[in-house]
């Protein structure tokens, strides 16, 4: 992995995104919504693959947070969602990707 994909600090602030700046200082910022929409996870990209939402769903909660977010490796981010949803992650290469 390149150094531009090293995430050197991340602040998660669970009522409103992520921030994650790289080892070469670039800053990505993400709101929660757009996390939420673009999850990473095979069931999301499964229901985007068939032109389906994968949030909100019937008996999602109205307000959207982060109940937790939790390093996986040195590569990605696994976040819980307050609607129980947690099999996403988020690599750091992608979020990246996505800011740039």
């Not at 009522?15 to 070469?24: E, I, P, S």
């Not at 919504?33 to 499964?46: D, H």
């Amino acid at each position: 992995m390149e150094d531009r994909y090293d995430a050197v600090d991340i602040v998660v602030e669970r009522n409103k995104g992520l921030t994650v700046t790289f080892a070469d200082e670039h800053v990505a910022e993400f709101n929660l919504m757009q996390l939420r929409l673009a999850c990473p996870c095979a069931t999301c990209r499964s229901l985007r693959d068939r032109g389906q939402e994968a949030w909100p769903t019937h008996g999602n909660p109205v307000r959207l947070q982060i109940t937790t977010a939790d390093l996986h490796g040195a590569w990605g981010l696994n976040v819980t969602w307050n609607d129980g949803h947690s099999t996403g992650i988020y690599t750091f290469e992608q979020l990246r990707s996505w800011s740039e």
